[in-house]
């Protein structure tokens, strides 16, 4: 189990509660497929995904971005139990959709560049710190089916 200090429950709860889901989670989700191509073999039945302005006005990218970024309030509101919380997630993208376990941590890093631009000064050591141990565990929490 994790352990978290109140401060970092405090960032990362204020994070989330501050956060424009329908405009972080696409710009997260289209950053990834557009740095990071190869990710792209999951989302062929999405449509256009060709250059970069066609993945960043694909509707379905902007929809699974949201809906990503949304699952993660799970893991706001079960901190103390995170692995438990992506039990089914992590079956899911195992056995079912065969997405790269190193495909979470690409996004996640993402998700943190992102969360950083629209934070600005805000984003400090200590909130970058508390974030990012949040999204270890979230991936950590995701791939565990792999092992």
């Keep these: 189990m994790v352990e978290w200090t109140e401060q970092e429950r405090t960032i990362i709860t204020t994070i989330f509660s501050n956060l424009d889901y329908e405009d972080v989670g696409p710009k997260a989700l289209a950053r990834?497929?557009?740095?990071?191509?190869?990710?792209q073999r999951y989302f062929a039945s999405f449509g256009n995904l060709y250059n970069a302005e066609a993945i960043k006005t694909n509707p379905n990218i902007a929809a699974h971005g949201t809906k990503v970024l949304h699952g993660l309030d799970r893991a706001v509101k079960n901190l103390d139990n995170i692995k438990a919380t992506y039990a089914e997630l992590s079956v899911l993208h195992s056995e079912k959709l065969h997405v790269d376990p190193d495909n979470f941590k690409l996004l996640a890093d993402c998700l943190t560049i992102v969360i950083a631009a629209k934070l600005g000064s805000a984003f400090t050591p200590e909130t970058q710190a508390a974030f990012q141990k949040f999204l270890a565990v979230v991936v950590s929490a995701l791939g565990r089916q792999y092992h």
Excluded: D, E, F, S
């Design 32 to 39: 990834c497929l557009i740095v990071y191509p190869w990710t």
